[in-house]
Structure formats: C-alpha cells, structure tokens
C-alpha cells in the first residue's frame, strides 16, 4: 500500500449555533488540512505511471479548496445565520461571510472537504483537519 500526502494551511473564523460555551461567539482557526491518498499498487502507465497520482494536480485543488476557506466567516445556513450574513452585508457588502450547509464544526467541515475534493476528481481517501494544533477530525468514506 501506498499513501501520500499534501497539506495546506487556511484562516477561517466561525461560530458554533446553539452551542453553549465560548465557541458560540465569532472566533477564527488557523487550520490545518492533511489530504492523503492511498493505492495498493502504483500507475503502471501513462501520465502517472510509478505514482499514486500527480502532487500537481494534488495542490491544484487544495488551492481551490484554500481559496473557498481562507479569510472568510462561516456561519451556518439556518434563519440565525442567514439573518447574521444580511445584518453583517447591510453594513459591509463585501464582507466574505458564507453560509455553511451545516454547523461548521471540524466534523462537519472535514467531510465537506472530503466530498468537495472528490467532487473536484481527487481520488482522496482520507482528510485530517486540525482545528487547533491539538483538535482534529480524520473523515473518510
Ligand atoms: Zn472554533
């Protein structure tokens, strides 16, 4: 068995709804996102012939997903945080705020990113996403 891995860094804050503890208030993370990819054998052909797949290609989409994260507020898409995300835009219509599907807690946000970099045509097997250089979530499928 073969894994690699790559790994990027981002600044994102957040709140947690609902939550009853300090993190109900608007904090940020500096996160840490480990992607790694594992096969049994390696590419016998062809462009990635004698690797797992192409480290390009790896930081190509962790680019992306960096750029969909970094220096933005998450806040979670429920009437809360939709009526927070308009309050914030009627004073600063710029401001990177995004509504997030679910509550965005490291469980929550590693499996978005899973399936987020799937869904870009990374064949990921697992995601690890520090929240803190102590706290974090391993999500596969
Ligand atoms: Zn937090």
Redesign the pocket.
Known sequence: MFTIKNEIQFDTA?YLSGYLGK?ANI?G?RYRLIVKIAREELHTDGHLRGMVDDFSHIKTVLREVEAEFDHKLLVEDNDEGRRLTEALRAVKPDLAVCLFPTRPTVEEMSRYIFRLIRGKGLDVTEVELF?TPANSCIYSE
Do not use: K, P, S, T
């Open positions: 957040h993190c904090h993370h929240e």
